[in-house]
């Protein structure tokens, strides 16, 4: 398998979605589709158990997928710091963004670049399902997400910002002429489930309880934000989200609704504490110069 293969294959088995996967790669679909068929075909046995909604690892592609993600990691960075040098850069910072906001966040970014200009900053999308692998696989240096989390590998930085929260609603739901909603409304609908997330972790973002007590049910797993809006589209489930998404991910079939007795949800750094390096440390110093940001 040549380098670009076992990317297109890692980068399928992050995605599990052959659209998001070009996109990423910027490559189209049908060639993503092809260097798959070509890899299974050469190793004799399906990745991927593919249907016109979903598409999951079969137990060969998640064997394949532990086995070469730490030499694709070891090879591709060996080449980006070729690269860097030879661009006069001689370190590199990866951070993985859980939120899609990332231009809301850009003085953070051009600080950081102004005051560290030897150094590639580099962002990348992270995925909230199983959403610490990044950091402890090495593929992020720093990770962006809600808070809290208590890990105890990982290390908590300073926070970057908070966001209030909205229900995703479809345009044609019950809830959907309110102008806000409660989280004791809520209770009587599904929401989506997530898979190898940390109960607390999860339970920050959406309660698995109102304050009265009533469970907030969860519904269909979900991988990334499309399945999850698609569910919404079709009145499966409602959804909580932070706000950014109404700017980001604006739907004619979605209404977001306020939502009115929840705090704003805490977006922070954290990274693997046997690996803090004057880098973390430099980025973590930046957010602390800055402040928090209204967004």
């Not at 102004?114 to 992020?140: I, K, Q, T, Y």
């Not at 209770?187 to 009265?212: K, L, V």
């Not at 909580?240 to 739907?251: D, G, I, K, N």
Request: net charge neutral; hydrophobic share 40%.
């Amino acid at each position: 398998m040549e380098l670009r293969d076992i990317e297109i294959f890692l980068t399928l088995a992050d995605e599990l979605h052959f659209g998001r996967t070009a996109q990423r790669l910027h490559l189209t679909p049908a060639r993503v589709s092809q260097a798959i068929k070509k890899q299974e075909r050469a190793l004799g046995a399906a990745l991927f158990n593919r249907t016109s909604r979903t598409v999951r690892l079969t137990p060969f592609g998640r064997q394949l997928r532990e086995d070469l993600r730490p030499i694709y990691l070891t090879l591709a960075d060996t080449v980006r710091r070729a690269k860097d040098t030879a661009r006069g850069k001689t370190a590199r910072l990866s951070i993985g963004m859980m939120p899609v906001n990332a231009h809301e966040l850009r003085p953070f970014w051009d600080t950081f670049r102004a005051r560290h200009p030897h150094c590639e900053l580099r962002l990348r999308h992270a995925s909230f399902v199983d959403p610490f692998a990044g950091l402890r696989s090495g593929e992020f240096d720093i990770l962006v997400t809600w808070l809290p989390v208590e890990e105890p590998d990982l290390s908590v930085g300073p926070i970057l910002f908070k966001d209030r929260r909205v229900l995703a609603v479809a345009a044609d739901h019950e809830l959907a002429p309110r102008a806000s909603a409660s989280v004791e409304d809520i209770a009587f609908y599904q929401h989506s489930g997530a898979r190898s997330t940390p109960d607390y972790w999860e339970d920050s973002f959406i309660p698995f309880h109102t304050p009265r007590g009533r469970t907030i049910e969860r519904g269909p797993l979900v991988a990334n934000m499309d399945e999850l809006l698609s569910l919404v589209s079709n009145g499966e489930i409602v959804n909580l989200l932070p706000a950014h998404s109404t700017r980001y991910w604006p739907r004619p079939d979605i209404v977001w609704l306020p939502i009115t007795d929840m705090e704003p949800l805490a977006y922070g750094i954290v990274w693997r504490t046997e690996t803090e390096n004057d880098l973390v440390r430099a980025f973590a110093q930046v957010i602390t110069d800055l402040g928090t940001p209204p967004l």
